[in-house]
Structures are given as C-alpha cells and as structure tokens.
C-alpha cells in the first residue's frame, strides 16, 4: 500500500513537500516513482527511480525545481517542489514497481493521489 500527502492549494513561487509511506513492502527493492495528472490531460511521470542506486527521472519541465528523495528508515519517498506554477496544477500520485522498472502505464502498485492547486 503506497499513502500520500502533503498536497494543497499553494500560489505562484510557493513550495510543497509530498510524501510516499509504503507499508507491505519495503520500497527499497522497488522502482518507485511519482506521477501526475491534469484535469482533462494525460498522465505524466515527474520523478522516478528505478532502483536505490539508480538515478532518478525528471521530467524536463521540473529539473531545477522539484527533488526526489527517500528515507528507508522511514520507507518513505518525498517530492519537493519548489517555484511552483499554475501548469504544476494536479493529481499527484505515488507509484512503485517490481521488478524495478520506471514506465508510465505500468507501475504495479499506485497510491490515490494528492491534489496539488497552483493558483496564479
């Protein structure tokens, strides 16, 4: 099971912390990842890591602004977004995979997203 939270309603510039808790499974082994969908657009991968010693995926529009990080005491993912914009706007979603492998449609295990509003 993969919980979020940490999203919210933010201006222009702001900055948001989401957190990924794995219970079940130690997420280590694991591909994990975090996702993102805008109302009426496809899904997107943000960030993702395909092993612990693997580096991490960004997605183009958010290198320099967003980091991806883990705390395997905690068995915890974070995303750190920070200058965020109203085109950051959407459903964020926690995603892990094993064998571990990044791909956008076919993460094994999903949380249920936490909603991230940019107003401008």
């Known amino acids: 099971q993969l919980v979020e939270s940490g999203g919210g309603a933010v201006e222009t510039g702001g900055s948001l912390r989401l957190s990924c808790v794995a219970s079940g499974f130690t997420f280590d082994d694991f591909a994990i990842g975090w996702f993102r969908q805008a109302p009426g657009k496809e899904r997107e991968m943000v960030a993702c890591r395909g092993s612990s010693d693997a580096n991490t995926y960004f997605l183009d529009s958010v290198k320099g602004r967003f980091t991806f990080f883990s705390d395997n005491a905690k068995n915890s993912v974070y995303l750190e977004m920070n200058s965020l914009k109203p085109e950051d706007t959407a459903v964020y979603y926690c995603?892990?995979?094993?064998?571990?492998?990044?791909?956008?449609?076919?993460?094994?295990?999903w949380g249920s997203g936490t909603l991230v509003n940019v107003s401008s």
């Open positions: 995603a892990a995979d094993y064998p571990p492998s990044c791909w956008l449609d076919g993460m094994d295990y």
